[in-house]
């Protein structure tokens, strides 16, 4: 008999290690302190979003839809994080979802490459704000594990989102980018695209489209109906946005 209860206990805590279960042995914060954490870790990294998209983003872009998008998509992120954090593969599980739905959604559609670039800041964002550890178990107070807020690792994880938003003002910043766009055109005057005529051919464009040309690229020629694409590359203005100017046809055009 005691053989047979013996190996039975040891079946069970080989199963409890092999499946990993949590146990009611292990540590757990009050709720009140999971509340604490689960509003610090939301605020902060809502605040930090917000400021990356109303203050960098959209001022360039005016694009609402990313707006949503970029709010929603990290407050959902950090939730899930959070949520499943302390499951072991709760956060490959997490990331794996959210790369599944964006193939879904974006697999059908050209995204910018800014707004790809915001995409994955945000991410990285809400998994370090979701997963920090910002409370420190300090002791047992009887069979009860006494739990704290960490002012140092609150400060790291605060200082880290602040230099990420240093960075993105850093490069976002007029004085250090010069933000170039470029239009397609479907140009009538093949006999100036000739390398000897570019100086022609560029005050010719800018006469047309009423923009100082930087550059331009010679695409498609068609001799038959005397036709040619240029690609024309110009300087943007302040707070000034070009998402429509890789638009051809009229099918594609989408309103923002």
């Not at 190996?7 to 604490?36: F, H, K, P, R």
């Not at 959604?105 to 790809?116: A, G, L």
């Not at 302040?238 to 594609?252: E, H």
Request: aromatic share 12%; proline share 2%; hydrophobic share 50%.
């Amino acid at each position: 008999m005691l053989p047979l209860l013996q190996e039975l206990g040891d079946y069970t805590l080989a199963d409890e290690e092999l499946l990993n279960v949590q146990t009611i042995t292990d540590a757990m914060m009050t709720t009140s302190q999971s509340l604490a954490e689960l509003g610090i870790r939301f605020f902060l990294n809502a605040f930090v979003c917000w400021l990356l998209v109303q203050f960098f983003y959209y001022r360039k872009s005016r694009r609402r839809d990313y707006y949503f998008t970029f709010m929603v998509f990290s407050s959902a992120m950090l939730m899930l994080l959070y949520i499943m954090g302390n499951v072991e593969v709760g956060v490959g599980l997490t990331l794996g979802l959210f790369a599944i739905f964006g193939v879904i959604r974006y697999r059908t559609e050209t995204v910018p490459i800014r707004e790809m670039t915001y995409l994955f800041v945000i991410i990285a964002l809400a998994a370090m704000n979701g997963l920090a550890p910002i409370y420190k178990l300090v002791g047992v107070v009887g069979n009860n594990p006494h739990y704290e807020l960490s002012t140092s690792a609150l400060l790291v994880t605060c200082v880290a989102n602040a230099l990420v938003v240093v960075l993105i003002w850093v490069l976002e910043s007029e004085r250090l980018l010069k933000h170039t766009s470029a239009k397609l055109v479907l140009y009538d005057r093949i006999d100036l695209i000739v390398p000897e005529k570019r100086a022609e051919l560029i005050a010719d464009l800018e006469k047309r489209v009423g923009l100082k040309v930087d550059n331009v690229e010679i695409g498609h020629v068609d001799f038959l109906r005397d036709a040619a694409f240029i690609k024309v590359y110009y300087t943007l203005g302040k707070n000034q946005t070009a998402s429509i100017d890789q638009l051809t046809k009229a099918k594609d055009f989408v309103e923002q």
